[in-house]
T-cell receptor, first 116, second 113 residues
Framework: GAVVSQHPSWVICKSGTSVKIECRSLDFQATTMFWYRQFPKQSLMLMATSNEGSKATYEQGVEKDKFLINHASLTLSTLTVTSAHPEDSSFYIC????????????FGDGTRLSIL | GESVGLHLPTLSVQEGDNSIINCAYSNSASDYFIWYKQESGKGPQFIIDIRSNMDKRQGQRVTVLLNKTVKHLSLQIAATQPGDSAVYFCAEIPNSGNTPLVFGKGTRLSVIA
């Protein structure tokens, strides 16, 4: 159990394009989902925390108008990179947690975004 | 281990030997810790967790040790196999509740067949 699916796994697009990434918890309800960004050979950096039915909480330095997060249901959160530029190229990973209390986060397999 | 610049520390072990991966965490108030394994091009995979009221927890071929006095966490992998080659991250939750994980810098484990 605790499977998190992320789609698409790889995106290549032109500069200026907006890209939507989906994160789904397949076999459990996720009250909270998290979005991370990872550059090569580095650790995961938290971008935002997404709670179902409310606005996402963004980490310092992350532009909320650039990275739009929607958490419309207990099984789906989306991250939209608006007007993407080459510097937005990265590996984006989501995770989901079953609920409150100390619970492990289960991760999707990530989305590799390449902006030309 | 500690990272130098952008390069992950690397641990190389012979197949069949035991591996020990170390992690220093930052927040003395953290009460929940997790080890994740990340293979190339994939998301982190949960390995084992431990709560602060414990100092040792064992899983299948893996053991996590927690030393709260020096804020140190270690992951021991017994009889390391080629499939264990990956980057390993420790993560802590600074406060109880559904708060974000804080990830360590990661260690790359390379298993020599």
């Amino acid at each position: 159990g605790a499977v998190v699916s992320q789609h698409p796994s790889w995106v290549i697009c032109k500069s200026g394009t907006s890209v939507k990434i989906e994160c789904r918890s397949l076999d459990f309800q996720a009250t909270t989902m998290f979005w991370y960004r990872q550059f090569p050979k580095q650790s995961l950096m938290l971008m935002a925390t997404s709670n179902e039915g409310s606005k996402a909480t963004y980490e310092q330095g992350v532009e909320k108008d650039k990275f739009l997060i929607n958490h419309a249901s207990l099984t789906l959160s989306t991250l939209t990179v608006t007007s993407a530029h080459p510097e937005d190229s990265s590996f984006y990973i989501c995770s989901a947690s079953r609920g409150w209390g100390n619970q492990p986060q289960h991760f999707g397999d990530g989305t590799r975004l390449s902006i030309l | 281990g500690e990272s130098v610049g952008l390069h992950l520390p690397t641990l190389s072990v012979q197949e069949g030997d035991n591996s020990i991966i170390n992690c220093a965490y930052s927040n003395s108030a953290s009460d929940y810790f997790i080890w994740y394994k990340q293979e190339s091009g994939k998301g982190p995979q949960f390995i084992i967790d431990i709560r602060s009221n414990m100092d040792k927890r064992q899983g299948q071929r893996v053991t996590v040790l927690l030393n709260k006095t020096v804020k140190h966490l270690s992951l021991q992998i017994a009889a390391t196999q080629p499939g264990d080659s990956a980057v390993y991250f420790c993560a802590e939750i600074p406060n109880s509740g559904n708060t974000p994980l804080v990830f360590g810098k990661g260690t790359r484990l390379s298993v020599i067949a």
